[in-house]
């Protein structure tokens, strides 16, 4: 006779498509090591459902249904409470699907006793506490795409080396001075999660939405205009991807923190100008290349917080790997980048793996997300496992060693 304690529980796999089934069948056999094993609905003993699923809810009323005694294991971004069912967090950890699957194999190990005894009773699965629907969730739309660029052809002339604020290199933070200059919104404890997750800001509320939505029609019109929004004019260069702002870094990190509300008292609106009756020459420190002005503008407009735009729960990817060298780079930003580029993470998930508060993850997200070179993940698989622990390389670099040998 078989052990019931080391048979693998026969799983069978609900809400899933091609791609997950594929890779939950595989991360079963692998890092769950075969704790169960996926086969067809008639040959299961427990069922295990995406409750991210859209039609999640129907799939589960139909489970119950056809067997009512069969347990329910339901994954899903948003805890869930149902009578009879084991939740397990999304993006899934792999100790957490293990206790689940144990805890299901038992009850269902004592099942299996029960049809060879049927004296013995029948224990059950410990019911959570009231049930509550699992909401349809509409589809994901496809993660924006950054717009190419299509720049001008600009002549390095006297003048154009003149523009310092364009041509000026990254600046560097720590954490020292990361609170002093970048300023961080009261009265969110970054340390309490909930906190930390309720932490996000509407662009089109401030400054810096006005300033991308005129980009875009500067874009669309091939035209030079002039952004009024009750403080300093805004000219923005469509054809040289340069903008001219008469403010400091100052004043424009002040501003940039301001909610803003469209009403015509404030003076929101765009208008044409004509270069020929404006000298710019006198005040060349006022251009700023438009990348470096919109990463600037919307780490100083997120003081820690993340844009409305991007879903905290679900991974971020990494488009394109930003110029560093050209842009305002914020504590562990390199770090959070190089992640990134491993594959999708969760901003709380990047914190964790890189021991890092998660606003230093929310102003990154902010910064690269203006510019087009993060995306939301999209496809079922991306949020379905958890990734991998950040483990620190055993073997130094050339350099370690190098300057190992020189301090013996």
Known sequence: MKNNSIEPLRLALYGMDKRTYKTMTLYLAGPCKGVAVVVSELDAEADLIDADYVKAREV???????SPNRPIILLSLEELSIAGTVYVKKPVITVDLVAALKQVRKAVGAERS??????????VLKAEVEPKPILEKPKEADPSVAEKKQPGIKRVDSEERKKTSKHRTAMDLTEAGFSAYIGLIDGVDFSDSRQ??????????????YVQSALKTCKENGRVLQLNSGWKP????????????DADDKQLKAFAGL???????????LSSINRETNDFSQKMEGFYDIDHFLWKLAVWTSKGRYPEVIDINRPVYLVQWPNFTRLLVTPHAMRIAALLVKGPRTAMNIASALKIKPQYVFIFISAANVLGLV???KRQ????????????????GLLSRILGRLRG
């Open 196 to 209: 930390a997750l309720n932490a996000s800001y509407n662009p089109k509320e401030f400054f810096l939405g």
């Open 381 to 396: 698989v991306d949020v379905l496992l958890a990734p991998p622990e950040v483990k620190a390389s055993k073997s130094k």
């Open 114 to 123: 029960k049809k060879e005894n049927p004296v013995s009773a029948r224990p």
């Open 234 to 245: 805004l000219i923005i260069f469509p054809h040289s991807q340069e903008v001219w702002l």
């Open 259 to 269: 909610a803003m509300k469209s009403s015509p008292s404030q003076g929101l609106s």
């Open 375 to 377: 995306g939301q993940a």
């Open 60 to 66: 589960l009323d139909e489970r119950k249904s056809k």
